[in-house]
């Protein structure tokens, strides 16, 4: 589970998940009256592999997969303003200045190469 998912959080609603599974695939049986083979009863590797399925099958999940390069970067400019503030929501304005700061950022890295050749001494070969 952990080689899946690098979240301790999303592990364990894996390890949750694969157990509800488990749990419901005994109770669908038909199991003896006295219930001692429901006590031993182990979660295995398929519904591990089967609660891994489920969740990044989930459709929030594929509707972040399918979404454009700049939506992807929209939303995580949106998590990062949520995280920061530690508020449930924010406004767009927020988002958007965030975006606005990580444009300049990336742009002033790409861009810092090019303006050191504009000194004479580190361009000119004489």
């Keep these: 589970v952990a080689a899946v998912s690098g979240d ?8 949750r998940r694969a157990a509800e599974l488990a749990d419901y695939r005994i109770k ?6 006295n ?8 979660v295995g ?3 591990v592999e089967a609660a891994i399925q489920e969740m990044f099958q989930a459709p929030h999940i594929q509707v972040m997969r399918s979404c454009s390069k700049l939506s ?3 939303l995580a400019a949106m998590v990062h303003e949520l995280y920061k503030t530690g508020m449930s929501e924010t406004t767009f304005e927020k988002v958007s200045l965030k975006l606005y ?6 742009l002033a890295t790409l861009v810092k190469p090019f303006l ?3 000194k004479p001494e580190t361009c000119m070969p004489y």
């Design 8 to 15: 301790a959080r999303r592990a364990l609603e894996i390890c």
């Design 101 to 106: 700061l990580w444009l300049l950022l990336s």
């Design 28 to 33: 669908k049986s038909a199991l003896p009256p």
């Design 116 to 118: 050191l050749c504009l």
């Design 35 to 42: 219930g001692a083979s429901a006590a031993k009863a182990l």
């Design 72 to 74: 992807k970067i929209f």
């Design 45 to 47: 590797m398929s519904e």
